[in-house]
């Protein structure tokens, strides 16, 4: 009675062992079945011969101890099978994990404390193709993170790639070539660039002033940095990739850390950081790239204002090649020019809260045009703006369509504009009229010759009209490069034309920088300009009931 129940325990055996066969080739064959799938990709197998051509492996490398100058793509390679393919830009990108056949981790240390700022357990690294037609720029990707940043969630290091990166990531992002040559580096705190790494910048910080993102302010607490390569647990190269600066006024992180992630104690002490100076007295702020900020009555002027790099500004990482902004001119340095608030009267009646509400903001906007009424039209001065509802039978008829004048110092602004517009009109139109009793004070302490002497009249040029009129027998046009356009005949219109219609657009925008530019230049060209093509934009943002407009609707 045994034997079938054995007989059929052995059948039942080698039913299992077949179908565990099964399952096992079927596994392999989905595995070779993936991969085959990647490599196959004509641009994946194109990449990859390109590289196996320009970094050839040798038998004869090991991964032996070094202190210096050790070739990577010998001791670690790409691992094709899981490369991510997609586009940056235009550009198309291939990001690479590291072959798990070696394991590399590298890591930074702060060479004045001799500790490991940044851990190789916090690290990922990644290999870059970044294709230029037919050919690639291949690099290592490091990104180490500040355990503050991570959490104990490693998972995080993930977040951070090329094409992409964590809102309030704090860490490092290093670029070498596969050969190990350092290329660049970029520290962040909460999501912002606090310092940069150059490969021009070698010296060590003892030995020179460091280049950096704030190199109008003094330096203070600089740290040198190293980078440690281990592979397999063995370090197999250590470079000096330069230093990095805190900074008195605020650069840096200002925490005393020379950049280093939160309690990971690099880099001296908070408490030696100095206290942030007062700007000196402002020489010479005549200068077209200011930034210029209100606070307490005094005006804080910044000249030649360094632009974030390419890349960072989109929840990106910066491209490897990218330059550190350059240093400014020696007379860069922040300054303050204390002048009390300028005097605009504001004589509107409570008829009109969205025009009052505008006024209140002219001399604090961020734009140059601010600047100027700082400075002319200070406390100090006797002279005051005034802004008043002109009469509406002085806009009637041929001057219906007319925003405002100014006699003198005081302007007066259309009822209709007051009641009707969009509040990027009424802005432009305060801030065209307030260029207006700009001008007149102008003239009034330059005098004529000195005038013409300090606003010359380069692009715009005179044409004979024929027209028979004794007062004006002249047209005028402006030279664009690409284009000439006609100017309005008042003298004040062509001054303007020629040095203040880009500051009117540029007011509109730092009002509202989602205002389409194309609509803002419209706006601040018109009156100056005769140019029929931006009548329509004009109109539709002068009269919010038409249903046109796309600015801010404030009424009255």
């Given amino acids: 009675m045994s034997k079938p129940i054995l007989k059929k325990a052995h059948l039942l055996l080698l039913t299992a062992v077949c179908l565990v066969a099964i399952i096992i080739n079927s596994c392999k ?14 641009a994946i197998a194109q990449a990859k011969s390109w590289y196996e051509n320009a970094y050839p492996v040798s038998n004869k490398q090991t991964s032996q101890a070094t202190t210096t100058g050790a070739d990577l793509s010998q001791l670690i390679k790409p691992d094709w099978q899981h490369t991510s393919s997609y586009k940056r830009g ?61 959490k104990n969630d490693l998972t995080k290091l993930d977040h951070n790639k090329y094409n992409k990166r964590d809102t309030d990531f704090s860490g490092v992002v290093l670029y070498s070539t596969p050969k190990g040559t ?54 197999v190269d250590v470079k000096y990739l330069g230093p990095t600066c805190d900074y008195s006024g605020g650069g840096g992180d200002n925490s005393g850390n020379g950049g280093a992630p939160s309690g990971s104690g690099g880099g001296g002490s908070a408490g030696s950081t100095p206290s942030k100076p007062t700007p000196p007295p402002c020489t010479g702020t005549n200068s077209s790239t200011l930034k210029v900020q209100s606070t307490d009555g005094n005006l804080v002027v910044y000249k030649n204002v360094v632009q974030p790099p390419p890349g960072d500004g989109d929840g990106t990482f910066p491209p490897p090649t990218t330059p550190p902004p350059p240093p400014p001119p020696p007379a860069s340095t922040p300054c303050t020019v204390t002048i009390p608030a300028p005097t605009i009267l504001d004589s509107l009646t409570s008829k009109y809260p969205c025009t009052k509400a505008l006024i209140a903001a002219l001399p604090n906007l961020n734009t140059n045009i601010a600047r100027l009424l700082y400075q002319a039209f200070d406390s100090k001065n006797s002279t005051d703006i005034t802004f008043l509802a002109g ?17 003198g110092y005081k302007i007066y602004i259309n009822p209709f504009v007051l009641s009707n517009s969009s509040n990027e009109y009424r802005l432009v139109t305060l801030y ?48 664009e490069g690409t284009t000439v356009s006609v100017v309005d005949k008042d003298p004040q219109h ?63």
């Avoid at 260029?435 to 715009?460: D, R, S």
């Fill in 182 to 235: 350092f290329v660049s580096g970029w520290f962040y705190k909460n999501g912002k660039i606090i310092h940069s790494l150059q490969p021009n910048n070698t010296a060590k910080s003892s030995d020179q002033t460091v280049q950096s993102l704030h190199p109008e302010l003094a330096q203070v607490n600089c740290t040198d940095w190293y980078q440690y390569s281990e592979v397999d647990g063995t370090v």
């Fill in 494 to 556: 062509r001054t303007m034309a020629e040095y203040f219609t880009d500051n009117l657009r540029d007011a509109i925008l730092a009002y509202n920088p989602s205002f389409p530019v194309d609509r803002a230049t419209a706006l601040a060209r018109c009156g100056i300009f005769n140019d029929t093509s931006i009548i329509a934009a004009n109109n539709a943002e002068r009269d919010v009931t038409t249903g046109n407009s796309v600015g801010h609707k404030c009424t009255p």
């Fill in 90 to 150: 235009d550009q198309p990108v291939l990001e690479i994990p590291i072959d798990p056949s070696a394991k590399f981790a590298p890591s930074l240390k702060n060479n004045s404390t001799g500790t490991i700022v940044y851990s190789k357990d916090n690290s990922r690294s990644s290999f870059l193709l970044l294709q230029d037609g037919q050919q690639y720029n291949a690099y290592i990707m490091t990104v180490i993170a500040d355990p503050a940043y991570l």
């Fill in 391 to 407: 009469d509406p039978a002085d806009f009637t008829g041929t001057d219906s369509k007319e925003d405002g004048h100014t006699i």
């Fill in 432 to 479: 065209h009229e307030a260029l207006h009793a700009f001008l007149n004070l102008e003239m009034e302490q330059l005098k004529e010759a000195g005038f013409a002497a300090k606003y010359p009249e380069i692009k715009v040029t005179s044409h004979s009209n024929l027209s028979g009129n004794i007062k004006n027998i002249f047209d005028y046009t402006f030279d």
């Fill in 29 to 42: 064959k989905d595995s070779r079945t993936e991969q085959q799938n990647t490599l196959s990709n004509p």
